[in-house]
């Protein structure tokens, strides 16, 4: 272990690698072979009354090989080897417990970061499991007062800091459950498919016990009073993709409380990154309730609490210093707009007529959409203001969306004025044309935006028609 330790602090992991690799092999070959535990390096100077028990061997052995387990989960995380990493980290959590060596702190918030990985696997059972195990066990160490109770300010802070931290892993165990049921249950124009759902629900009644039972021996962590706390805690959050709204709503609440828990911690003085991202998350939680909720009014009432909290940090935040998270604000407000918009759209629809103040509320998110894209597109610009010939990869697909969306806005805007009808049109066909020009000047865009670019050619030759029977009109 040490000479594992030594090679790695040099930055030689293979070298490391192969010390803790042998160490693992040393241990395995010892508890078959010979299975007592064996004697502790210091007990060779010491006196036969000093000895130490069985047990206390035992305790120290098993510890030398949590830590080859650890530092294994660490090297191999060095070199990319993710799952193994993950599947050493897990067991080193669960030794750990068992042996009663650890750290609760950061005990738990090794348990928050495997969760993450469990995440990016879809395994939300797993990653529920080391989340509830993290909460428990973490709760434990606010609980244990220190020696002398001579907790620094720092200390609390510090432990405050690890609480807020558990909980924006808890955000991302519920967005990822619920943005992961969205792609099962959407259609191809992206709402709820109402077929897909039953098949889903009936599918979903035949294999709950089964699955649960088989894999739950898997992963569980610690001893049994700290089982049942866990398995209580599990229990206030599903881990089973939510099929309807009052389902995602039970999750979409349990995300929201965590939010609300690490933002008190990560406030904007002093947290401005952290902080904006737990409210996009936030956001990004308020927009995939909204579609599992099937009536209109309601799903633009939600689409306003994301305006209202996004705008409320935009404003305040200067693009100089926040470049990056300045243009993914403003391409988020753009979007939501244009969703709002398309939704009072949809409930026009249903009226006999379009009253006036439907279309000045239809007008109005359009324009508000607009003026975000253009926002976003002009942060786009060199100092010069002019826009790039090229487009760099990672702005590339969100400029010619925010493009190909100003075009679809200004085709919706509702005019009885001809003249502002031609002009908008007309404005909408430039845009449209940019993205046409534009793959035939640089062919590797193409991959990036082919649907929209399939749209783009369409409208191109249809509107110079449109706009010449209306030119007509006002002859």
């Given at each position: 272990n040490n000479l594992g330790i030594l090679w790695s602090l040099r930055d030689e992991i293979k070298t490391a690698q192969t010390y803790l690799e042998s160490a693992e092999a040393l241990y395995n070959q010892y508890m078959k072979e010979d299975g007592n535990?064996?004697?502790?390096?210091?007990?060779?100077?010491?006196?036969?009354?000093?000895?130490?028990?069985?047990?206390?061997?035992?305790?120290?052995?098993?510890?030398?090989?949590?830590?080859?387990?650890?530092?294994l989960a660490q090297v191999y995380q060095h070199l990319e080897m993710i799952e193994k990493a993950a599947q050493y980290c897990h067991t080193t959590l669960k030794r750990q417990l068992e042996y009663c060596g650890y750290n609760?702190?950061?005990?738990?918030?090794?348990?928050?970061t495997l969760s993450q990985y469990y995440l990016s696997k879809q395994s939300f059972m797993e990653a529920r499991h080391c989340l509830a195990a993290a909460s428990v066990i973490f709760s434990q160490a606010v609980q244990v007062p220190?020696?002398?109770?001579?907790?620094?300010?720092?200390?609390?802070?510090?432990?405050?800091?690890?609480?807020?931290?558990?909980?924006?892993?808890?955000?991302?165990?519920?967005?990822?459950?619920?943005q992961s049921a969205r792609k099962l249950l959407e259609d191809n124009i992206g709402e709820l498919d109402p077929d897909r759902q039953l098949e889903l629900k009936a599918e979903r009644k035949k294999e709950e016990d089964e699955k649960e039972k088989g894999r739950k021996k898997a992963v569980l962590f610690g001893t049994s009073d700290i089982c049942d706390s866990v398995l209580a805690m599990e229990e206030k959050v599903s881990c089973v993709f939510p099929l309807d709204f009052q389902e995602a709503r039970e999750i979409f609440l349990v995300g929201q409380n965590y939010v609300l828990e690490a933002k008190e911690f990560f406030q904007v003085d002093g947290y401005v990154t952290d902080h904006i991202e737990i409210v996009q998350d936030h956001s990004a939680l308020f927009k995939v309730l909204a579609f599992f909720e099937e009536d209109y009014e309601r799903r633009c009432k939600m689409h306003k609490r994301r305006l209202d909290m996004l705008e409320s940090i935009y404003v305040d935040l200067n693009p100089q210093?926040?470049?990056?998270?300045?243009?993914?604000?403003?391409?988020?407000?753009?979007?939501?707009?244009?969703?709002?918009?398309?939704?009072?759209?949809?409930?026009?629809?249903?009226?006999?007529?379009?009253?006036?103040?439907?279309?000045?509320k239809i007008n109005?998110?359009?324009?508000?959409?607009?003026?975000?894209?253009?926002?976003?597109?002009?942060?786009l610009r060199n100092p010069d203001k002019v826009f790039p010939e090229q487009l760099?990869?990672?702005?590339?697909?969100?400029?010619?969306?925010?493009?190909?969306?100003?075009?679809?806005?200004?085709?919706k805007l509702i005019t009885s004025d001809n003249k502002k009808q031609l002009e908008n049109?007309?404005?909408?066909?430039?845009y449209y044309s940019f993205l046409v020009d534009y793959c035939e000047k640089y062919p590797d865009a193409v991959h990036a935006i082919e649907t929209e670019l399939e749209?783009?050619?369409?409208?191109?030759?249809?509107?110079?028609?449109?706009?010449?029977?209306?030119?007509?009109?006002?002859?």
């Open positions: 535990p064996p004697l502790d390096p210091s007990e060779h100077f010491m006196a036969e009354e000093e000895k130490i028990t069985d047990q206390e061997r035992s305790k120290r052995f098993e510890e030398a090989y949590t830590h080859t387990l650890y530092y609760p702190v950061e005990w738990a918030l090794n348990a928050a220190s020696a002398e109770d001579s907790e620094t300010e720092q200390d609390q802070q510090d432990l405050r800091q690890r609480k807020a931290e558990i909980a924006r892993c808890w955000i991302k165990y519920c967005l990822n459950l619920l210093y926040y470049l990056l998270i300045s243009r993914q604000l403003q391409f988020e407000l753009a979007d939501t707009y244009y969703e709002m918009m398309d939704l009072k759209i949809a409930i026009g629809n249903r009226l006999e007529e379009l009253d006036s103040h439907t279309i000045k109005s998110l359009a324009q508000l959409a607009i003026k975000y894209y253009e926002l976003f597109l002009d942060s760099e990869e990672d702005v590339l697909r969100p400029a010619m969306v925010a493009k190909f969306h100003i075009a679809r806005l200004y085709g049109m007309q404005t909408s066909l430039e749209l783009s050619k369409e409208m191109v030759d249809l509107l110079p028609t449109r706009m010449e029977r209306l030119r007509a009109k006002l002859l």
